[in-house]
């Protein structure tokens, strides 16, 4: 995050998928083929998956998803698509996957004869799932979302006895798991060419909580704060200055009087999207508030209801307040030239390999990032 104040940071969102099997019966287009293996055979049971440009939506903001089988001859139909632009993936264990996007899916009638050779030499991604309940809810998907300028590009994997596999081609990718009322956090990862085999455990939790009135007026603050944050940005003004000073004042002393009755906001309590507002809110709050809440977030990380990679951009500002080296490097401010500037770091040289462990992309690319989305002010303003 950059800014020449501290405190005027705004949030990137939390990564998160939106993933739910279709559940249609009304006549539309199609979709059908063949899928082969790296010899130009058929492949039984592959996945196919048709993504559209503009998904539908069910009645609760998740994205419909069309997702069948191939047969033991390696063919596959889907005959529910709602006609449009689609992207189509095809997944099986430990071979490369296949996109294919800018399908034109007729509105009447099958886009037939479609083909889709998968390849070797993946990159895998599996582990546990577990579930608050201790029970994994039924119509469990898992699947990868890549972070491309191309669109449908979801890749879905297989599940098997509270196990998951996700095979990838290299790129960076949002895996998370979901169920009808259920979701893992959004993790972000790269797939390098020689990645080999990851290991990556998720954690479902239900998507609302106990108090939803209470998780309605966390997420309100968090808008109020993401909206006065984003019209400083684009004026950089002192007006705009003393607002966001005033929002922030307001949220820090709602979120103390939560924090008091209930501690820190746990995602039975609230949900998640619930649970990542409280975190924004703290993250601009006083430093006082931030390092009380440090020990409830970590907790809300081993529980798998925030990212490491988000409790690790705490921890810097936390050190930071403290005049006190940061560990993953999530604290800049703006230079001179358009650049960004590392406030100190403790064992640089080995910045990437702990940022890596929390689930952080490289330095370089972090700072790439930023400039792309910041204009910062000229030094000494």
Known sequence: MISKNRKYLISFPLLTLSMLLADTSAEAGGLAGIVMDPDGKPLANAIVAANAMTPERTANGDAVRHITRTDANGRFVMSDLPGGAYGATVTFPHLAPVFAGKLSIPVEGVLDNQSFQLGRGAATIEGTLRAASGTLPDGLVVAAERISTDQG????????????????????????????????????????????????????????????????????????????????????????????????AKNEARIKEIIREHGWPSADLVGQRAVHAAWVLVQHASPALLKACLP???????????????????????????GKKQLYGSQVYSGTAREVVLYPVEDEAHLDERRANVGLGPIAEYKAELLNFYQPAPAGK
Do not use: C
């Open 296 to 322: 409830g977030m970590k907790a809300a990380a081993d529980r798998g209801e925030l990212p490491w990679s988000t409790v690790a951009l705490s921890i810097d500002r936390d050190l930071m307040h403290d």
């Open 153 to 248: 590009d979801v890749f879905f994997g297989e599940i098997l006895r509270g196990r998951f596999q996700l095979s990838l081609l290299p790129g960076q990718y949002v895996v998370a798991a979901k169920a009808r009322g259920w979701s893992s956090i959004g993790l972000q990862k790269n797939i390098a060419a020689t990645s080999g085999t990851m290991v990556l455990d998720l954690s479902l939790h239900r998507e609302q909580g106990s108090a939803p009135l209470l998780a309605a007026e966390i997420e309100a603050m968090e808008t109020a704060d993401q909206e006065v944050r984003n019209r400083w940005i684009q004026s950089q003004d002192a007006a705009h200055q003393q607002e966001m000073a005033e929002v922030d």
